[in-house]
């Protein structure tokens, strides 16, 4: 794999080829983020294609005090809460009542899902409940896998705060899927 | 001894792997409680279904829509696109050369997909508006062989001056900065 440095610099010199493996290497993890930080996933071509632009636009910038992953993830996670604040206010803070969007496949009958998938549904729609901030840290901590302070650097918060709220997440989460699916519905 | 449950912080911590000096009073308290077992046991469900990536995926060639986006702020360096560019003259003069060597006039062939008496009027056209183009046309009319020399010597030109001549030259034929490998 090629490394950061050697990569930042083919693009900063107009290297077609390093622009798109930049885009190839990091699309897995921008959409994630997007897609479930932002409900409408109708935006989140869109959304993903404007992070990336600013990416590029603002590549002098990075200084290799962090890793490309985490600083992209920055730029991705400030374009969502800036989105999501734009499309709803209240969404950042909390999102208590607002029924989640239907999942793309709710026109099959219920009979035809698999188990999985109709748990993946369910999630799904817990964890559109969730705050969004509340949404990134289960994803950057259980897709991508990422650490504590990487997770705090990207979301601008303490340490403390990012634990915390990946733990009340976590036992919101399980709180509503086990209450309202109980064991053997799972 | 743990008298009270494990609360759900801990039993969290314990599944990151990060309670620290509690995970063996946790673990053995969960020996013993049912309802701590229970709890865990949810939890592990719930990071497992957590780690499988949406079914969803960005389309191919979205990368490709970045590149073209009208906003895509970077320039890309002629650099990395002319060597395209000139495989493609290579290819077209090194076939202009074989049908000039087989003693063949590529223009028998190129009539058949070009309207040629559409050139042929283009070219009365100029030819009444300005007298000045006469010498011109001239020159290029019936000598389609000269042209693609032209072209093959400019080609081999190139090819010299990138792959041979910068070489030879003292700090020259590699762009400043860091040399960089093949990417993929």
Redesign the interface.
């Known amino acids: 794999m ?1 490394n950061e ?2 990569l930042v ?13 930049f ?2 290497q990091y ?2 993890l921008v ?2 983020m997007v ?2 930080t932002v409900p409408e ?1 109708n935006d989140w ?1 869109d959304i ?2 404007d992070v ?2 600013k990416a ?2 603002h590549l002098d910038h990075f200084r290799f005090e962090s890793r490309l992953s985490t600083w992209l993830a920055r730029i991705a996670y400030n374009t969502c809460i800036n989105y999501v604040k734009k499309k709803r206010p209240l969404l950042h803070d909390d999102n208590p009542g607002r029924p989640p969007e239907p999942a ?1 496949n709710t026109s099959i009958r219920p009979d035809h899902h698999t188990e999985q998938q109709d ?2 549904r369910r ?1 799904r729609e817990e964890i559109l409940r969730l705050p969004a901030p509340y949404r990134t840290i ?1 994803t950057l901590y ?2 991508e896998e990422m650490q504590y302070h990487e997770i705090a650097e990207i979301m601008n918060l303490p340490l403390g705060t990012v634990k915390n709220y ?2 009340r997440a ?2 919101k ?2 709180q509503q ?2 209450m309202k699916y109980p ?1 053997e519905a ?1 | 001894m743990m008298e009270k449950h494990v609360s ?2 801990d039993i ?2 314990f599944l990151d792997g990060s309670a620290g000096n509690l995970e063996e009073q946790i673990r053995s308290h969960m020996r013993r409680c049912d309802a701590c077992q229970e709890k865990y046991r ?2 592990r ?3 497992g ?11 191919p060639g ?6 073209h ?1 009208p ?7 002629p ?3 002319l060597p395209y560019l000139f495989s493609l003259i290579g290819v077209i003069a090194a076939c202009a050369g074989i049908f000039i060597y087989l003693g063949i006039n590529p223009k028998d062939y190129f009539s058949v997909l070009f309207n040629l008496s559409l050139l042929e009027s283009v070219r009365d056209l100029l030819d009444t508006l300005s007298p000045a183009v006469k010498p011109f046309l001239h020159v290029f009319s019936g000598r389609m062989d000269m042209i693609l020399f032209s072209l093959l010597a400019l080609v081999v030109v190139f090819l010299l001056d990138r792959f041979v001549l910068r070489g030879l030259l003292p700090n020259s034929g590699k ?1 400043s ?2 040399s ?2 093949v ?2």
């Open positions: 090629i440095t050697t610099g083919r693009i900063q010199k107009g290297d077609p080829r390093a622009c798109r493996h885009v190839e699309q897995r959409f994630h897609s479930r996933k071509e993903c294609q990336f632009l590029f636009q793309d748990m993946a999630l289960l259980h897709l990946l733990y976590r036992e989460l399980k899927l086990f064991e799972l | 759900d912080h969290q911590a949810q939890y469900e719930l990071t279904m957590l780690a499988v990536p949406p079914e969803m995926e960005l389309r979205f990368a490709e829509k970045v590149l986006h906003d895509f702020p970077i320039d890309f360096h650099e990395f696109i762009p900065g860091p960089f490998p990417l993929i």
